[in-house]
Structures are given as C-alpha cells and as structure tokens.
C-alpha cells in the first residue's frame, strides 16, 4: 500500500489552517491601533480677509452685429462688373460692382433733351406774354388774347418743371448702376457674378457686415432687473461687461451695457440685453456664442474665500474652520459665487482659518496640521486683500 504525502496527511492540514488563522488575526489586531491612534491630518488652509470681489451674472450670449446689409441691386439690369474680394473690409460709399448703365445713360439723355426743348419753349412763351401784356395796357389787344397768353406761358413752365423731375429721376437711376456699400465693414460670399441679369430688389450680391463696433444679446432673470435698473439709471457702479469664451475660461473682450429690453419674456421670465464691445482685434465674431459676465455690484469689502473650500452638506453649505488644531463644521451662507471665488453673507468673519484642501480625511473635532509648503496660504496677503 503506497504511502500518503506529508501534506496531505489530516494533521499537518490543521496545523497549517489554523497558523494562516493566527497570522491574519495578529495582522488586524496590530493595525487597528494605527487606524485609531493616527497623527494630525495635514490640509492646506486660508485666512478669511476682506476683498474687493465685485457682483457678477453671468450667461450664454450670441455675438450681433450692429449692422448688417444684405446689398441688392436698385435697376435692373446686367451685372457689368464686381469689385470686391470675398472677405475684404470696405467702407461706407466703396464701389462694390457696376450694372450695365447704357439704356439709363439713353434716358437721362432724352430727358435732359426734352428740359431743354420746354424751357425753350417757355422763354418764347414769356416773351410773347410780355408783349401781350404792354399792348392789353394801352387797349391794342382783346383780353382773350392776354388771357391767352399767359395760359401758354405757365403750361410750358408746368411742363419744364416736369422734364426738370425726369432728369432728376433718371440721375438717380444713373446712380443705381453703381452699387456702392452703404456701411463699413466685411463683405461675406458673393451670391452673383458678373454677366448675370439681376432684378431690383430681389437678387442679393453680397452681404455687408459691421464689425466693429459690435454687440452680444443675452438674457438675465428678472431677479436681476433692480441691480440692472440702478446701473442703467447711473446710480450704480460702471456696467462693465466681460465677453468669455464659450466655456468661460478665456476673457475675449470688455464692453459695457448699453440696451435693456422694455419687457420682461413672459415665457422664461428672462429680460433681454445688449452690451457693445469696441472689437478693434476682431476677438468677437457675428454668430458667436460666448459667456458674458455682467458687474453688477463693485463688491468693496466683502468677506471673500476660495470657493473650493464651501463644502454641501444635508443642512447646507459649510467649512471647517480650524480652532486650536482642530476641525470645527461651520455653517455658512454664500452670497454668490464666481469661479474660484466664493462670497460669503455669513458665517465667517476676517482672520478665521479655514480649511481649502484636505476634506476627504476631515471630519468634525478631528485634529488637522498645516501640510508642508501650504503655510503661505494660511497668511492673508494684507497689502491687497485685507482692509
């Protein structure tokens, strides 16, 4: 009969059960008292100060431009020629294409033709009503005959006054055949070309857009409309607007409110504004979406923390402020908050010592230690934040 293997024989298999056993329970009951004897917990913290953080709203806003022309032409006629370059800058009263002017040219011409034969006309006529006028004075001639007379000589005066306005009109026809740019800006697409028939009014060349100065159209609750009422009537501080990129990181621009729409959209109850933006680099493009943020309060003086340190919890905001060494939950209501910003109504006051970083190992009463390199953050920075 062969002979078992030690290992598998059943008292060396106790043996070993019950040494892995007393291993594992001697491993937890040695690090238990680690868990619970554990040192101070290092966090970066900050002291409160009072700062010069202004009200700010922010939202979603779309670039508009000021002006835009859609440029048609006024006569119709063949398009001679096009004098613009897709995407160019032009100026106010800039040739932007020619319509083949002959046919205008013909009848500016028969009507300056036909001026010309009345008022002719009408000098013989005020001739002749000259002489009919000093002959019916010394009784030469019937009154019919005077009567006459001066009826010829305010016809042909009715008549030259006629061509004189069909020779304006056909200047101003003239006029059209030019087609000038009526304000400055960027030209998009051209939409004809040269050798095609275009019809007044329905056929569009190319589109004109203004684009400096330029605006952006955006909307604010109506909870705002008293903080931007005291702006547009002077009695607060300048309404300075901040243009962003979409995502509002990147700041593109700096304008100022100047439309405030005269009623509220019942729909969002949302109240529509423009703010205007000088633009000289062309940072702000028609079409665009951006982030606008709108100053409304300087906010000189208020107490001010980073807002990574506002902590939400079931009764509502808090920090924990440290206090001999020690975490202490306290509640705190924010004002308004603004990216790394937090402005605080109450719960804090200048020179208290909160925690920023650190939370996730912090609980109430436990004892907390400044980490290593993060003791600047605990000193205010008195020449420009505190007051």
Do not use: C
């Not at 001026?115 to 000259?130: D, I, K, M």
């Not at 400055?184 to 007044?200: E, H, I, P």
């Not at 300087?298 to 975490?327: E, S, T």
């Amino acid at each position: 009969m062969p002979t078992r293997p030690a290992w598998k024989r059943p008292w060396v298999v106790v043996v070993l059960v019950a040494a892995i056993a007393a291993a594992w329970w001697w491993s937890t009951r040695g690090a238990a008292p680690v868990a619970r004897g554990g040192g101070p917990v290092p966090v970066v913290v900050e002291t409160v100060a009072l700062r010069d953080v202004p009200t700010l709203a922010r939202s979603i806003g779309t670039v508009t431009p000021l002006a835009h022309v859609s440029v048609r032409p006024q006569v119709d006629g063949v398009l001679a020629a096009v004098y613009f370059k897709e995407g160019e800058m032009v100026t106010a009263g800039q040739r932007l294409a020619k319509i083949d002017d002959r046919t205008l040219v013909a009848r500016l011409a028969q009507a300056r033709a036909e001026r010309a034969s009345g008022e002719a006309q009408l000098v013989a006529a005020q001739a002749e009503l000259t002489r009919m006028s000093s002959l019916a004075s010394q009784d030469l001639v019937a009154a019919q005959a005077l009567d006459d007379a001066k009826a010829r000589a305010g016809q042909l005066s009715a008549a030259v006054a006629a061509s004189e306005a069909a020779v304006v009109a056909g200047e101003v026809a003239l006029s059209y055949a030019q087609i000038k740019s009526p304000i400055s800006g960027r030209v998009g697409l051209r939409k004809r070309d040269a050798g095609n028939v275009v019809r007044a009014g329905v056929d569009e060349l190319v589109a004109v857009t203004q684009l400096a100065p330029i605006s952006v159209m955006f909307a604010l609750p109506q909870s705002y409309l008293a903080q931007v009422a005291r702006l547009r009537d002077g009695a607060g501080a300048a309404a300075i607007v901040v243009a962003y990129d979409q995502d509002g990181l990147a700041p593109l621009a700096t304008g100022s409110l100047t439309v405030v729409d005269n009623a509220v959209d019942a729909a969002t109850g949302t109240i529509a504004m423009r703010a205007t933006f000088d633009n000289a680099d062309g940072a702000l493009w028609p079409g665009q979406f951006v982030t606008i943020s709108l100053q409304t309060a300087p906010g000189a003086g208020v107490v001010a923390i980073a807002a990574k340190a506002v902590r939400q919890g079931a009764q509502g905001p808090f920090v924990f402020r440290v206090i001999d060494g020690k975490a202490a939950q306290t509640p705190i209501t924010v004002a308004h908050e603004d990216g790394a910003v937090a402005v605080i109504a109450s719960g804090l006051e200048a020179g208290d010592v909160i925690i920023v970083d650190g939370h996730s190992r912090v609980k109430p009463g436990s004892p907390v230690r400044v980490a290593e390199g993060a003791a600047a953050a605990a000193k205010p920075d008195t020449a420009k934040d505190a007051k």
